[in-house]
């Protein structure tokens, strides 16, 4: 799968759940976390520090939801240089969950 989807301001939250659905159906192992920080950042999430190889985001919108308490974070595989991967089954399971929540969330 190629990894050239770019948000800009005329983006709307339509393309990024097709691009996060698209992510979701590609027959990869492992998917990059630059590619998905353009679209974290683009959805208004910050990162902020974090243990270990997690990734840690905060974002307003999650800040009174049950479960997330305004924070999500994923496990990073670093592969060396710049190249930071998350594994497909932590996005679907982890990661796919709290943007979709934070989609529905600025949609109201």
């Given at each position: 799968?190629?990894?050239?989807?770019?948000?800009?301001?005329?983006t709307?939250?339509?393309?990024?759940?097709?691009?996060?659905?698209?992510?979701?159906?590609?027959?990869?192992?492992?998917?990059?976390?630059?590619?998905?920080?353009?679209?974290?950042?683009?959805?208004?999430?910050r990162?902020?520090?974090?243990?270990?190889?997690?990734?840690?985001?905060?974002?307003?919108?999650?800040?009174?939801?049950?479960?997330?308490?305004?924070?999500?974070?994923?496990?990073?595989?670093?592969?060396?240089?710049?190249?930071?991967?998350?594994?497909?089954?932590?996005?679907?399971?982890?990661?796919?969950?709290?943007?979709?929540?934070?989609?529905?969330?600025?949609?109201?």
């Open positions: 799968m190629k990894f050239k989807f770019k948000p800009n301001e005329d709307t939250l339509e393309e990024i759940r097709q691009e996060l659905e698209n992510i979701k159906l590609a027959n990869i192992p492992e998917i990059p976390l630059n590619h998905l920080r353009r679209i974290i950042e683009f959805l208004g999430a990162q902020v520090q974090a243990t270990g190889s997690s990734v840690r985001f905060f974002h307003p919108a999650l800040a009174e939801h049950p479960y997330y308490h305004g924070y999500f974070q994923i496990h990073k595989i670093h592969k060396g240089g710049d190249q930071d991967l998350i594994r497909r089954s932590d996005y679907k399971a982890i990661l796919l969950p709290a943007l979709l929540t934070i989609i529905d969330c600025t949609n109201k």
